[in-house]
């Protein structure tokens, strides 16, 4: 009898916690996915910082039209949302890739890049860092 309770609960309290998990939201609040990865834009695998104090840093950057990024890397997970306009990405060995407003992507991790506005029009996007406290996120080339 012991046995079947204990399978009973080992089976059923988890399915039970699970449903749990999945009430609905409050009235009048609503969610919309925007990006789930494991991977980023170049489909390399994302890995988070293996020491120190995981520190999150998050700007919004604004890119003229005709203008650009540096050159650079970061040695740190990179999430950035394109909030408005238009932008292209050059990384090393690879194509362009394009993104326009509502568009969020886990940028490059150790590889060279650089971020264009090709547009008539501001571009701005959100980006959030996830790095270790006192260390950079970003790594311009010379």
């Known amino acids: 009898m012991k046995k079947l309770v204990a399978a009973f609960m080992f089976l059923v309290l988890p399915l039970s ?4 998990a ?7 609040f609503k969610t919309q996915a925007v990006l789930k990865s494991t991977k980023t834009a170049d489909g390399d695998p994302l890995q988070l910082p293996q020491s120190g104090t995981v520190e999150v840093v998050s700007v919004i950057g604004t890119i003229e039209p005709g203008g650009r990024t540096a050159r650079h890397q970061h040695p740190v997970p990179v999430y950035v ?4 306009g238009e932008l292209e990405v050059k990384s090393e060995d690879g194509e362009p890739r394009h993104y326009k407003a509502g568009d969020a992507f886990l940028e490059s991790v150790n590889r060279w890049h650089q ?4 547009g008539a029009s501001e571009t701005k996007i959100l980006v959030v860092f ?11 080339s010379k």
Do not use: C, Q
Not at 17 to 20: E, G
Not at 81 to 84: A, D, G, I, K, T
Not at 115 to 118: Q, V
């Open 130 to 140: 996830i790095g270790e406290e006192g260390k950079p996120t970003t790594v311009t």
């Open 22 to 28: 999945e009430d609905p939201l409050p009235s009048g």
């Open 81 to 84: 949302y394109v909030l408005e």
């Open 17 to 20: 916690m699970a449903m749990a």
């Open 115 to 118: 971020a264009f506005n090709r």
